[in-house]
């Protein structure tokens, strides 16, 4: 009876021995996903607090609640199970789908440069009327819809990193990290909305390091967001080359992986930043990639189509004008 309650609890010790190494490796691979889609999170970050804009100051966590809502919903009802079938069932088509993703991104940020360089940021060119017009329903639904996007791209690079997992360590992986993603972004996001309102707080209190504390985020905000928005279209041209590189690679094209692998290769000797160093050219390389590539699809969306748009008014189509009357004999 001893010997046989030892033998339990023994087998019992080895069973939580392995369900712990089982955690162990289930967190590792949960940060390395993670890790692996920091370039669309922050994108994700940097896009969301837009869709606020013009909402009543009380109306504004509610609607990024909506929106969190939506995005789970998107990464947990729809997204998951299908990259899962996939990888199961169809697990070759994993990689043109990623590509697929990293080529929008790569169109994303290159269209935001664009609009940069040319002056026209089409999300602005709505008038405040128009803006006032639109309903909470509406703004849920648009950003949910742009979420589903990124939330894809996010949970794919996720499944990419633990592909080599079994069926449920990826299914418990995907999950934690869908559920982790959603909380940081929209957490990061309710802060950066509430920011202001915070400042002036602040501001309002009496004691005076807190005032000008208080009046110093008020004023940085505005510097604040467009840092995240430089950061953001940065980090999808970076992510979007990074994949479409690497996609490349694992379909049997070799030549630009390898260019970069040997331009990393010989600066990693530097004593003392050689590490950084490599990972900065690989970031480069990725970066021009992505703005060569969204270029080009930038190019045959947007440059094209409206050539062809003014086409006919290069045949002669002029707007009609009145006939010209004949003179009166009166």
């Given amino acids: 009876m001893a010997v046989g309650l030892a033998a339990l609890l023994d087998d019992i010790a080895a069973f939580a021995k ?3 190494a089982s955690v162990d490796d289930v967190a590792a691979a949960t940060g390395r996903a993670s890790a692996k889609a920091t370039g669309v999170v922050i994108d994700d970050t940097a896009v969301t607090p837009r869709y606020v804009e013009g909402l009543a100051a009380k109306r504004e966590l509610p609607v990024i609640r909506r929106i969190a809502t939506g995005s789970l919903r998107n990464k947990l009802l729809f997204i998951l199970p299908a ?4 990888s199961e069932f169809l697990e070759f088509l994993l990689t043109p789908l990623l590509m697929v993703g990293g080529l929008y991104l790569a169109f994303e940020g290159a269209e935001k440069v664009w609009e940069l360089v040319s002056g026209k940021h089409h999300a602005e060119v709505e008038s405040t009327a128009e803006k006032k017009a639109v309903d909470e329903d509406t703004v849920v639904s648009s950003a949910v819809r742009t979420d589903f996007i990124l939330s894809a791209e996010i949970m794919v690079i996720a499944l990419n990193e633990v592909a080599s997992e079994k069926f449920w360590s990826r299914l418990i992986i995907l999950v934690i990290v869908a559920l982790l993603i959603t909380a940081v972004v929209y957490g990061i996001v309710a802060l950066i909305v509430k920011m202001d309102d915070i400042g002036l707080h602040l501001a309002g209190r009496r004691t005076g390091w807190v005032q000008s504390f208080g ?5 940085a905000m505005p510097k604040v967001m467009s840092v995240i928005s430089a950061v953001g279209i940065v980090a999808m041209l970076w992510v979007g080359g990074h994949i479409l590189l690497q996609g490349t690679y694992d379909l049997g094209w070799h030549g630009p992986y390898d260019l970069v692998h040997h331009l ?7 004593a003392g930043v050689g590490g950084f160093l490599a990972w900065l050219v690989n970031t480069a390389c990725s970066a021009v990639v992505g703005v060569l590539v969204g270029g080009l699809v930038v190019l045959v969306v947007h440059l094209i189509p409206r050539r062809k748009h003014g ?9 009609s004008s009145p006939a010209p009357t004949e003179p009166s004999d009166a």
């Fill in 18 to 20: 392995l369900a712990a």
């Fill in 83 to 86: 990259i899962l079938l996939l």
């Fill in 215 to 219: 009046r110093g985020l008020v004023t």
């Fill in 264 to 270: 990393e290769h010989a600066v990693e000797g530097v």
């Fill in 311 to 319: 086409e006919p008014a290069d045949h002669g189509q002029t707007p």
